[in-house]
């Protein structure tokens, strides 16, 4: 039934039961006898009065109606991905409160869509990412066993042949276990807790990297300095990117310290080109020009803390202004400080 129909009919029954209890009530009060001709003026009364309730209750259902009409409208157009906010004036209370949460659904629904479809297109190009860089160690091995078994290897060419299938092998085994990390750090269970930062970066984070003999790594986070945050998630976001200074700095410094709220890793190093200050934390992407396969990485380190990052609600950026080395922000996603 309708909320027009609904209203209607509920009016039409109210208004007819209040008519009669008004009438015979009036009756009592004045303790007048009610004639047979009273009575058919009380009948009278309520049957000319009935066009009049069902009149105003159906405009009053037809008002409701169109409000109903116009949230279920805005119902179908969020599930059809419409997310349209809606912003004309009401001045029905609860009709307020309900466009006002279908506001806040559709923000929220159109944020996560909008998530997942980035994730989608992450997820793709690692895919065809993975397939092409699986595929040549693959072609490798295959090739060579099919020559051994064709005998054009010589005894003395075998050793080396082997040599080079293992380190193939080596190098399809690192490239599946960063892609099952690049996997797990998509999934959303966090367990924050508040961690003093000097300590963890001393103890779980400087002490576990050797750094080359011309490179110090040096802790400037005093020792209020806290973060809410998953300690695994952390530890492993700050060790990917020492790891990442290390391989790109020759001498000088790698230090860790807040800056304006974000927890900043900073580097002496050869830097980033800003032009790829963005495409760094794409799967797959590698600064290295070079592109050798066993030296430099898959790249999906970057990837995978940006990951790690997002799920603590927090942003991992690359400061392009910063022109003495390469500089990585690790910041909330709503810009908020974190405790210095």
């Given amino acids: 039934m309708s909320v027009k129909k609904l209203l209607l009919i509920s009016y039409i029954i109210a208004g007819l039961l209040i008519s009669i209890f008004t009438a015979f009530m009036t009756f009592y009060i004045i303790d007048v006898p009610i004639g047979m001709k009273m009575f058919s003026k009380i009948v009278m009364t309520i ?32 599930a059809n991905e419409d997310f349209t ?5 009401e001045h029905i209370g609860e009709i307020v409160d309900i466009h006002q949460t279908l506001n806040s659904v559709a923000m929220q629904l159109d944020k996560s869509i909008n998530e997942l479809k980035e994730k989608n297109r992450e997820l793709t190009w690692m895919v065809h ?5 699986f595929r040549t160690p693959l072609t490798i091995i295959q090739g060579n066993i099919e020559a051994i078994e064709d005998d054009l290897i ?7 042949v082997l040599k080079k299938m293992e380190l193939e092998t080596n190098y399809m085994n690192e490239l599946l276990s960063d892609v099952l990390c690049f996997i797990q750090s998509m999934k959303s ?18 002490a576990l990297i050797t750094p080359p003999k011309r490179v110090a790594l040096i802790n ?6 806290t973060i809410a945050f998953t300690k695994t998630d952390l530890k492993k976001i700050l060790i990917n990117l020492v790891g990442n200074s290390i391989k790109f700095t020759e001498q ?35 600064v290295d020009a070079s592109k050798n396969r066993l030296k ?45």
């Fill in 47 to 78: 049957i000319f009065t009935l066009p009049l309730i069902g009149i105003v209750s159906y405009l009053i259902g037809s008002y409701f109606s169109k409000k109903f009409i116009g949230i279920k409208n805005r119902l179908f157009q969020i």
């Fill in 85 to 89: 906010l809606y912003n004309r004036e």
């Fill in 129 to 133: 990412s993975f397939a092409h860089d």
């Fill in 154 to 160: 010589s005894q003395e060419e075998l050793p080396t």
């Fill in 189 to 206: 269970v966090v367990k924050k807790e508040d961690i003093q930062l000097k300590e963890f970066i001393d103890r779980e984070i400087f």
């Fill in 220 to 225: 400037l986070i005093n020792e209020n300095g």
């Fill in 252 to 286: 000088g410094s790698i230090t860790i310290e807040l800056q304006n709220g974000a927890l900043v890793v900073q580097d002496t190093g050869i830097g980033i080109k800003s032009v790829e200050c963005e495409k760094i934390f794409q799967p797959f992407y590698t």
């Fill in 296 to 340: 430099s990485g898959f790249g999906l380190g970057l990837a995978i803390a940006k990951n790690l990052a997002q799920k603590n609600d927090y942003l991992l950026e690359c400061d392009t202004a910063y022109k003495n080395g390469c500089k990585i922000l690790l910041q909330k996603e709503n810009y908020e400080h974190i405790d210095s």
